[in-house]
């Protein structure tokens, strides 16, 4: 299984990206989805977790609920990160992730079994 993520970019604040990741190989659905960003010297933190379920719960961190929305699309194999009101802060390497289990394994535990190449996202004026 290959993760495949795309949509960064250089945005001014307020702005808005759309994140996609494509799964290439066999990927179930029961697999949670979600995406973390990573800045140099620090350690990945979890944005936001889908899980693998048919209610599909979502998990946000803190600093971003209200401005990101994650959603899949199960059939295309395909995990989004809508990202509105971007801040400086927002600025990182974002990569997505899937693991066997919980949207709180995979966020809140770091329980990766797959993860892609990351993309940039900075927010600067």
């Known amino acids: 299984v290959q993760l495949q993520a795309s949509g960064g970019g250089l945005v001014q604040p307020g702005s808005s990206l759309r994140l996609s990741c494509v799964a290439s190989?066999?990927?179930?659905?029961?697999?949670?989805m979600g995406w973390f960003r990573q800045v140099p010297g620090q350690e990945p933190e979890g944005v936001s977790c889908?899980?693998?379920?048919?209610?599909?719960?979502?998990y946000y961190v803190d600093s971003v609920k209200g401005r990101f929305t994650i959603s899949r699309d199960n059939a295309k194999k395909m995990v989004y990160l809508q990202m509105n009101s971007l801040k400086p802060e927002d600025t990182a390497v974002y990569f997505c992730?899937?693991?066997?289990?919980?949207?709180?394994?995979?966020?809140?535990?770091?329980?990766?079994?797959?993860r892609g190449q990351g993309t940039q996202v900075t927010v600067s004026s």
């Open positions: 992730a899937a693991h066997l289990g919980s949207w709180l394994g995979l966020c809140q535990k770091h329980e990766i079994d797959y």
């Open positions: 190989g066999f990927l179930s659905d029961y697999y949670a």
């Open positions: 889908i899980s693998g379920s048919s209610d599909a719960s979502r």
